[in-house]
């Protein structure tokens, strides 16, 4: 069902915005006839009304933990952290169970040189 808007002497087309401060009776909208062409235009369907506002989502869950890649016990104790160069933030992250130089061990996006043997 829908309430006729007052007439005025403005059209209202698709092109203009449709008219703002209306109390929309819950199920209902509102017909516009433009008082010059006589086209019948709703302003603002049913759908727009307030019985269609925004329902509560389920909260979500994290789910399954991060499946954190792990480096080999034996390699990471050979690994000497000051032969990568970090080239961007891939330190832990929040939740990241892995150490500093776990991290840098495992990133393939740091920069790797070869230490200096002083003799």
Same mark, same amino acid.
């Given at each position: 069902?829908?309430?006729?808007l007052?007439?005025?002497?403005?059209?209202?087309?698709? #092109?203009?915005?449709?008219?703002?401060?209306?109390?929309?009776?819950?199920?209902?909208?509102?017909?516009?006839?433009?008082?010059?062409?006589?086209?019948?235009?709703?302003?603002?369907?049913?759908?727009?009304?307030?019985?269609?506002?925004?329902?509560p989502?389920?909260?979500?869950?994290?789910?399954?933990?991060?499946?954190?890649?792990?480096?080999?016990?034996?390699?990471?104790?050979?690994?000497?952290?000051?032969?990568?160069? =970090?080239?961007?933030? =891939?330190?832990?992250?929040v939740?990241?169970?892995?150490?500093?130089n #776990?991290?840098?061990?495992l990133?393939?996006? =740091?920069w790797?040189? #070869?230490k #200096?043997?002083?003799?």
């Amino acid at each position: 069902m829908f309430f006729d808007l007052p007439s005025d002497k403005t059209c209202i087309h698709p #092109e203009h915005d449709p008219p703002t401060g209306l109390y929309i009776p819950p199920g209902k909208g509102y017909r516009h006839v433009c008082p010059g062409c006589k086209t019948v235009k709703d302003v603002i369907p049913p759908q727009y009304s307030l019985t269609q506002r925004a329902k509560p989502q389920k909260e979500q869950s994290n789910g399954d933990p991060v499946p954190w890649p792990r480096a080999d016990p034996k390699a990471l104790a050979a690994f000497d952290p000051a032969t990568k160069v =970090c080239s961007h933030n =891939c330190g832990q992250a929040v939740g990241d169970p892995r150490s500093e130089n #776990e991290c840098k061990f495992l990133c393939d996006l =740091c920069w790797r040189f #070869e230490k #200096e043997q002083s003799k």
